[in-house]
């Protein structure tokens, strides 16, 4: 189940005289990808979650690093952003120690991209990992096989640990969804309450798919406006969660500034609300279905470099398009169904405005032809 694309892009990346930053969620396999890649190599491995790795790096100079890392040919730092000034300390590593190959990992993108690039600008290739991906379970065991477990990745998700221990996904979703996933975000010293984390977590759980309103949200979990925003972007910057913003080009009835906020991962939502029933026979089928269909689809985006703007479309009168597509100035729009015989409410103003042939109506019949 190796992450084969990233896999890829870090052997090409590998002794071009840049550091190679690994992002993504704890727990999504990034130390498991890189001992795949480097264990036959000269490696020094280094973790930024322990004290005495913080310490060696806070005070170092290149000279002295230069003597910690001896004759070893790779450098690894797991959890790098939990290092003060690691951003200066890697930029010493790359400009002075240059027969070395630095790579990070971090699961905290407001953590690591705000140390690193300043220091690190045009010195580094950064790239993320999900959970596992749909394409790449297909590639595993095959289509049908993965279509046949659909129900249950619906409700369980994708994350490494979860799909190799069948039996026990409830108690590894616990595990994850209690404070591990958010980990890094305790540690940002203006979070003083991890309880209306959680809350706030919860309640995003319950509106996936629907237009949030961070008022709305504030008054749910005892925050003001202002601190739900925040919580919610450091929510997205340690890859729990994601934004989609509301497409507004030309009609006047659009809404501009809505927004709507999807999970990466499936299990993780539902673990959070504590329901595990079968998708079958839920009544949130629609709203995990989008949910997964558009994460998916993110991550297909992201693994194989398509640069294009996602979107939501809807009216003050409730017309809306589940999810658009914006590349290379041409809009592909979609709607999700877990009915495949339902039809896509074609809004002819919209299709007249945008030059949108058709809207494609994904189900799990044809979702194969939507992320594979």
């Not at 596992?132 to 640990?161: C, I, T, W």
């Not at 949030?212 to 949200?217: A, K, Q």
């Not at 919580?231 to 910057?237: A, F, G, N, S």
């Not at 839920?282 to 993110?298: K, Y």
């Amino acid at each position: 189940m190796i992450k084969r694309l990233v896999e890829n892009k870090i052997k090409s990346s590998i002794n071009q005289g840049k550091a190679i930053i690994l992002l993504g969620a704890r727990q999504t396999g990034k130390t498991t990808l890189l001992h795949q890649l480097f264990d036959n190599h000269q490696v020094l491995w280094l973790n930024g979650d322990e004290a005495d790795v913080q310490e060696l790096f806070k005070n170092a100079t290149s000279t002295r690093l230069k003597a910690y890392i001896g004759n070893y040919k790779t450098l690894i730092i797991d959890e790098a952003q939990l290092i003060e000034n690691v951003g200066f300390r890697l930029k010493l590593i790359t400009d002075q120690i240059k027969d070395v190959q630095l790579i990070a990992t971090g699961s905290s993108a407001f953590e690591l991209r705000n140390r690193l690039n300043e220091p690190l600008t045009g010195r580094k290739w950064e790239y993320q990992l999900f959970p596992l991906s749909f394409a790449e379970m297909v590639e595993n065991h095959g289509l049908l096989q993965e279509k046949r477990l659909l129900p249950h990745r619906l409700v369980f998700g994708y994350y490494p640990d979860v799909v190799v221990n069948q039996g026990n996904e409830q108690k590894i979703l616990k595990m994850l969804s209690d404070s591990y996933l958010y980990k890094d975000i305790l540690h940002y010293e203006g979070i003083q309450k991890p309880d209306k984390l959680l809350t706030l977590l919860q309640a995003l759980a319950y509106q996936i798919g629907s237009q949030v309103s961070y008022n709305e949200l504030g008054q749910t979990c005892g925050l003001d406006s202002k601190t739900v925003e925040k919580y919610v972007m450091l929510l997205e910057k340690t890859f729990v969660i994601f934004r989609l913003g509301s497409f507004s080009r030309n009609l006047r009835n659009e809404l501009k500034f809505s927004k709507k906020i999807y999970f990466y991962d499936n299990g993780i939502r539902n673990a959070l609300i504590s329901n595990y029933s079968a998708f079958e026979v839920r009544n949130d089928r629609g709203a995990l279905w989008e949910n997964f269909m558009i994460s998916e689809r993110i991550k297909k985006l992201n693994y194989n470099d398509i640069y294009a703007n996602s979107w939501f479309w809807r009216t003050k009168d409730q017309s809306e398009i589940d999810y658009l597509e914006e590349k290379d100035g041409q809009i592909s729009a979609f709607e999700f169904k877990v009915n495949q015989k339902k039809k896509a409410t074609i809004n002819n103003s919209f299709i007249e405005n945008y030059n949108i042939k058709n809207i494609d109506v994904i189900s799990p019949e044809n979702l194969e032809e939507f992320l594979l």
